[in-house]
């Protein structure tokens, strides 16, 4: 059996993204704080420039999903700040701030999942938006593992600092919340 699911994703390690661009356009992408520390060192905006803080009618995520702030308007989830229509980085075809972007976007559109043993069981293409993928490329398993791995911690310390802002400040604005993050020149 383990073969056969093997067989089946083995062809995936031929991946070679196209470039379409629909990633960047179709969804919103979330990210953690770290993401964003990046991408503020790099450019120099500040953290609300980069994020958007994005309602449960715009998301199309578990409400019980960790990514959600508990913010005074309600349920919310940050994520890239698109402009008109796509995400803000998005210029002519290309990322704008490529050697920075999140770690969401350098792992799509791979979604891997591992046996009792480590080892990976399945790895598919995320259904998230209609990947335009070519399959005469060349990636190995070792790049996409590293990736996740590293989405992983990433998420964990973000998802930590999330659930203790809710449980201590489940009233406050977007603005305390990233300056609780650690972003102080947004409570300028
Ligand atoms: S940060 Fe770059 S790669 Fe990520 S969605 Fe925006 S344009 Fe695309
Ligand atoms: S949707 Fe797929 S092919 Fe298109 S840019 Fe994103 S990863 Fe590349």
Known sequence: MKG??????????????????VCCTEPIVPVTNRDVARIVKSNGQTAQQVVRFFSPD???ADQRFPLWISLRQGKRLMGLR???????YLYRGRCRVYAYRPVTCRLFPF???????????????SDAVECDYALDGKITLGAVRTLYSRDEKQDETYFAKVKRWNAQRPNGTAKEFLAFLGFKEDTQ
């Open 4 to 21: 056969v699911k093997k067989k089946r994703w083995n062809r995936l390690l031929r991946f070679r993204c196209t470039g379409c661009a």
């Open 82 to 88: 698109k402009r008109r229509g796509h995400c803000q």
């Open 111 to 125: 979604n891997i999942f591992f046996d009792s043993t480590g080892h990976v069981e399945i790895l598919e293409i």
């Open 58 to 60: 715009e998301v199309m």
